[in-house]
């Protein structure tokens, strides 16, 4: 019979130590982070440095464990040194910085060359288990591209580089890996992160839930939008809308099927949510902040140009759910209390508002008003966020004298607040490993002069004609973004193709940042991949190709952004005024136009019905785009004519979003 040491020495024992070692780590690698952004005692590149081999620490443990977990030992041999590749290399960098950094600058020792090697197979090998293999496809072209660009013909060919010098690009030189965007990372979207955590870990998730059903149930097609804002606030913050369809989905899809809709629209209902939240302020799938670094203005600058058109995305999907669910015939009106064990009551509901609302003032008061860096602010927002945390649920047990021991609700909070620490680290590693990997590209991409060339290229693609050169720039944008976060896919087109509309098309940049930013997330809901449809048709059990047909439908207007985006560029500013208010409603308008074509249950013959729906969408895209006023006005006028008399000659008057409330 087997000792009770002998069992904890066994697997169950080795899978506990790595629990609590990664939790232990996670807590250590925010306690380096948050000194570092209050004192700053390093510089960004020797944070840098030290802030790879924490995640990448956090990263190897909780994989290794996952992997011994599903009984795949050879996952975790191959795991673990090429973790400590890294690790090695961040201790080796950090307490050699000076050396390395400022006297060393443009060649490096042996060992330090072989050191650069394993990191770069380390790298490519967390790459692809990562992210698969499309993403190290273009990492490793990129490479052979920077070393045997003599070889390669035409405007795209350079002169090459040798592999030293590559290694130097990449590793040795501090640049590269440790460069701008791992950074920017490290000092700034890594802090948000963990706000993000804990967020998750106190159950402010739990409580946007309860808001969406509460405001859902006043709506015909509630499950559904429920789903919708739900799926859309998570992907915001989780930074990839095929990891979100995973999250989210797993909840939001089976409950749209219970109240009666079909699979693949449910799938698609959820495709779209989750990539359409990557574009939501004030994170956006951590894209925002990379912008504003490249952009050199302020943070908040960035989330005010994204407010409107993220308003007239959310608006035209959430009517586009709503004319799906309805034409469904789903049951829309199920009973939501069955989600949750409790109903919180009025004293609840105002803790909790003040739990989590407090912070994000805090966070609003420092980057709006006091206009403090986002890195400073992010820190205060996580130090008003943890104690908020900890101490209201005591405080309260105590104000409503309950059963419950505010000595216990406080260990829980404390409990909470180390899981969430631990959430945020787990997080942050996988975008931090991509972000790191395409520094190292973005550096290459600078060296051989990539960007120049691409505005070669595209100008002869193109001829010289906007319209071509944004479809074009587009169809860059959806390639790169296939299988990636949607901040690495915008970093690679915001480096490869932005500068091209800007110097030779004259467009505004923040006004190409956010088209090339809208383009990088459609490679979530286009076939051939979609891989956002992909999983979410996976949860649905549904057809693939319904799917995507359902998400296209839903989402129309998300691929005529980007395109309105140039031909408007009031939309996009940081100084918003009528004038910008006023384009955007016509935009809007457009974009219902379009959804009110290809979704709305019309009651035609199929031939009219066709003729319709392609009519009205056609109309939308003119209403979106067009960049004169008069010809939108006129256009509205039309939809707006076709809407009424829809209502009127066939329905009878009725608004579409409101029930007959039962007295």
Known sequence: ???????????????????????????????????????????TVKYAVLFVGGIMTVYALNETRESLEEGSWIDALVLLPSAGVLITASFYFFVNFETVYLLRQGFATEHEYMLARLIIISLLYLTWREFGNLF???????????????????????AGMSQLTLLQATVTDLYGFYGSLTQLTASWIAPFLLYAGLLFAYGAFDLILRLAI???????????????LSSAVIGSINGSYTANAAMTGSFTIPTMKESGMSGHRAAGIEAVASTAGQVLPPVMGASAFVMASYLGVAYLNIVVAGLLPAAILVVSIAIAVHYTAISDTSNQDMEFSEFFDDPLSRNEKIA???????????????????????????????????????LMPPFQRLVDSSDASPVSEFVTQVRNTVHGFRRGAIILAPIAIILVVISGVVNLFSTTGVPAKIALLMINLSGGILLFAVLLGMAVAIVMGVGMPTVAAYVIVAILIVPTFVSEFGIAEITAHYTMFYAAILAGITPPVATAAVVAA????????????????????????????????????????????????????????????LNYPFRLSLGNLLLTRAA????????????????????????????VAEKVMVRGLSLPFTKEVKQ
């Open 616 to 643: 009205l969408a056609v109309l939308g895209v003119l209403i979106m785009t067009y960049p004169t006023a008069l010809a939108k006005i006129a256009g509205i006028a039309v939809f707006v004519g076709v809407f």
């Open 214 to 228: 509460v405001a859902a149930g006043r709506i015909r097609s509630g499950v559904a939008q429920t789903a919708v």
């Open 352 to 390: 909790e508002a003040l739990r989590f609302g407090i912070p994000f003032g805090v966070l609003i008061y420092y980057l709006g008003f006091a206009q403090f860096t986002v890195m400073t602010s992010a820190m205060y927002t996580v130090f008003a966020m943890v104690l908020t945390g900890v």
């Open 1 to 43: 019979m087997d000792t009770q040491s002998e069992r904890e020495t066994g697997p169950t024992g080795w899978l506990r130590g790595l629990d609590i070692s990664v939790t232990l780590v996670a807590v250590l690698f925010w306690c380096v982070v948050l000194w570092w952004a209050y004192t700053q005692n390093w510089s």
């Open 538 to 597: 996976g949860i649905a059990e549904a057809n693939f190709w319904r799917t995507c047909g359902a998400a296209l439908k839903i989402a129309a207007p998300l691929f005529v952004l980007p395109v309105a985006f140039v031909y408007n560029p009031a939309l996009i500013t940081m100084s918003p005024g009528l004038n910008t208010l006023f384009v955007g409603l016509m935009v809007m308008l457009g974009a219902v136009s379009i959804i009110y074509g």
């Open 136 to 158: 190290l496809g273009l990492v490793i072209g990129v490479m052979l591209y920077a070393m045997f660009g003599d070889a390669v013909p035409g405007v795209l060919g350079h």
